[in-house]
């Protein structure tokens, strides 16, 4: 159930998956393998398939990796995106290769003609483009000295390049405006968001490594995800895509706004804790993680995972199911009452036995 009022966006649709218009934000990632090697890419697309990603991003540096792309997508199961920088022929490459939707860069594509002639082919057929500005690759936003200034040179920057496509009566559009720094982000967002209807991808771009980054997209994505900004996200870390892609599950069930059907709720431990919590709830996150299906869950599942009973058994009450430790014992719960107890050495087998009986019981 979604609690945040979303600004109404454009649907798009991207190879059979539709962002915007009020659709669920899709989940997306890039992969990191060298686009030359086809079968490696389809590999790890592969496993984020089976992550739960939902739209994945392919760098195209060069042609040879451009002609690729109708081998990759014979092997996929997700819309594939086509990173193109520098040089517009790559991107008129991938679309002949049958390319789901294109990711151009307008501060390296080149001049406008070229863009030109860019949207007329994507437009013939019917592919979608991202505008994906990047302060990175932007010239006018280096010689910013405040985040305001930045902000506006990014959806400026982006409003330039809308047009250019609007101009041909192109209008399956969606734009990014990524920086590293989450204040300018969250303004280039905002002001994009108050002039155009476009769905918007969110990121917060070279966020860092799997700790620190993740830490930096939550900040920065939660602001604009809270204001009801953002139609797809990606969580970029340096760290193996499958990472990125259950983060961001991660933080939008935080949020109330998708599920990746398991909900853990668990205490920090303290001295009342008289089992090894940690290594418990590290192992039935673990578990559930390579579960299949339980994205597909009609509910989400939330489980109680407690190391006293100080406040474990208020919190398992509000669980489907939990236990809240005590000394030598745990107090299982179901649906706000007491079932039984369970050693503290079965609590993982007990916790992943109901979780394969509820998925039964969702069909």
Known sequence: MEFYKRTHTKKVNIGGVTIGGGSPVAIQSMTNTNSRDWKTTVKQIRQLEEAGCEIIRVSLPDMESACNVSKIKKHIKIPLVADIHFDYRIALEALKQGIDKLRINPGNIGSKDKVEILVKEAKKAHIPIRIGVNAGSLKEAHNCLDNLSRAKALANAAMEHVKILEKHKFEDIVVSLKTSNIDTTVRAYKIFASRRNYPLHLGITEAGSMFSGTIKSAAGLGIMLYDGIGDTLRVSLTADPVEEVKMAYSLLQSMELRSCGVEIVSCPTCSRCQVDLIKIVSEVEKKTSVMKNLKKLSKPI???????????????????????????????FKNGEIVGKVKPNKWIQKIISMIKSYQDLQG
């Open 302 to 332: 939330k489980i109680a995972i407690m190391g006293c009973i100080v406040n474990g058994p208020g919190e398992a009450k509000d669980a489907d199911f939990g236990i809240a430790g005590g000394k030598d014992v745990g107090i299982l």
